[in-house]
């Protein structure tokens, strides 16, 4: 791992710990044991600190999800595998970090916008089409609409209006919103699978 790496991997554990706002370059400074002045070798300021780390984790994540993928024997486990993935990944992230980059950094959050956009609608249009291949989706949905859906419930999922984060956690949230997607979409087939898995735990 080059010194970049380090810097982008310790900053993605203070701000998933703390927060993007709450983390400042001395907090990531004392953390790896680095002047400022080393950081700012590789980084113009946080905000492309942030930028770039928003840009690794995204990086990372479409790699570990790829290789889910390819290695599900058919789509509804696919979905549940990405699911325990994401799950896992949230247990303990500080909730603040959604509304840091939303108000502070716009431009990462823009690029997780089109990252949603574009591959997660991808991987889910590709395993819509896949679960109605195998038997196990319903042949009578539209893919792309189930698939923008899917992507709209994500942004239902962060509004804290709806779901404050002092009343609901992320992976309760996401994983009944996993649920209600997958027995909307299932075949018969798909449905008595799902009551031998009991969807995702």
Not at 47 to 69: C, P
């Amino acid at each position: 791992m080059d010194t970049l790496d380090k810097i982008l991997f310790k900053a993605e554990e203070l701000f998933f710990t703390y927060g993007v706002k709450n983390t400042t370059m001395d907090d990531l400074s004392r953390a790896l044991g680095a002047s400022k002045k080393t950081l700012y070798q590789f980084v113009t300021d946080k905000a492309d600190l942030v930028n770039r780390t928003m840009e690794s984790h995204l990086m990372l994540e479409q790699a570990q999800i790829g290789e889910l993928v390819s290695q599900a024997p058919n789509a509804i486990e696919e979905l549940l595998s990405i699911a325990r993935h994401v799950t896992s990944h949230m247990k303990g992230i500080n909730p603040a970090i959604v509304s840091d980059m939303m108000r502070f950094y716009p431009a990462a959050w823009q690029r997780f916008t089109d990252y949603k956009m574009t591959f997660i609608y991808n991987t889910m249009l590709n395993n819509i089409n896949r679960g109605i291949a195998e038997g196990l989706y319903r042949d009578d949905i539209n893919p792309d609409i189930i698939a923008k859906i899917y992507i709209a419930r994500m942004d239902v999922i962060i509004d804290q209006k709806l779901f404050p984060f002092a009343k609901y956690d992320f992976v309760s949230v996401y994983t009944e919103t996993i649920n209600y997607h997958l027995h909307g979409i299932v075949s018969a087939k798909g449905q008595a699978y799902l009551e031998k898995k009991k969807t995702l735990e």
